[in-house]
């Protein structure tokens, strides 16, 4: 039913019969769900409402970096990366209903029901675009950081240094949704503040840029 979001517009009405009452959470405007570095135990699947998901970056002066909304799967993504521990705060924005499950629980059944995994990846899918898209169209992270945090991935992905990017300048920015004059000052702000320097018109990422950007972009998940 969650992943089908076959359930009412009211989730309560639809599941409090169904499943024991601990695992319904029901938040209000501004309660907290998960704490950044918290251990994590639990997926949370949002049933309805809206949420904010924030860093604490200490270089930036707002710290959203996505939102939420139904059907959104919270703590896949950290388990998918086998990452311990939650990543971000995660605060309501409204009146917010969730369904959790230990992923211990979630994990187990995945790898056991093909028809649920196979509904799990197409959730997924969608989430994992729909974030995408609000990271490039910087509507919640700056065009700046959210090239350096791509170069930051694609530096960790290759862990060969010094890294040389494959993509043209063009490709860049059409990948990242930036305007090409812009990406080059970005590029070059990058370059003046040791992130990054220029070879035969190449971005290279030494192991001294790349320690620099895992500083600023290690504890970011998009």
């Known amino acids: 039913m969650i992943l089908d979001q076959t359930y009412s517009k009211n989730p309560l009405d639809s599941f409090q019969t ?3 009452t601990s695992q319904l959470i029901v938040l209000n405007k501004n309660d907290i769900l998960i ?3 918290d251990p994590l135990k639990d997926m949370y699947f949002l049933l309805s409402g809206h949420m904010s ?3 604490q970056i200490d270089w930036s002066d707002d710290n959203i ?3 939420l909304e139904p059907l959104d799967i919270i703590g896949f993504i950290e388990y998918l990366n086998n990452i311990e521990t939650y990543t971000s705060y995660v605060v309501a924005d409204t009146k917010c209903v969730l369904y959790r499950m230990p992923i211990k629980d979630f994990a187990k059944l995945i ?3 093909a028809s649920l995994c196979y509904k799990t990846l197409l959730v997924f899918a969608k989430i994992t675009e729909s974030n995408m898209n609000r990271a490039e169209i910087h509507s919640l992270f700056h065009a700046k950081d959210v090239l350096g945090h ?3 991935l694609q530096a960790e992905k290759s862990s060969n240094f010094p890294f040389i990017c494959p993509m043209t300048r063009s490709m860049l920015s059409d990948k990242l949704h930036i305007n090409l004059r812009t990406l080059y000052r ?3 702000f990058m370059k003046e503040n040791g992130f990054l320097c220029l070879k035969n018109g190449k971005i290279m990422i030494t192991k001294e840029h790349f320690a620099n950007l895992k500083e600023r972009y290690g504890n970011i998940v998009l």
Do not use: E
């Open 18 to 20: 169904l499943v024991p």
């Open 150 to 152: 791509f170069l930051y």
């Open 65 to 67: 970096v996505d939102s």
């Open 35 to 37: 704490n950044q570095h």
């Open 53 to 55: 998901v924030l860093n």
């Open 186 to 188: 970005y590029i070059d």
């Open 111 to 113: 790898q056991t029901n």
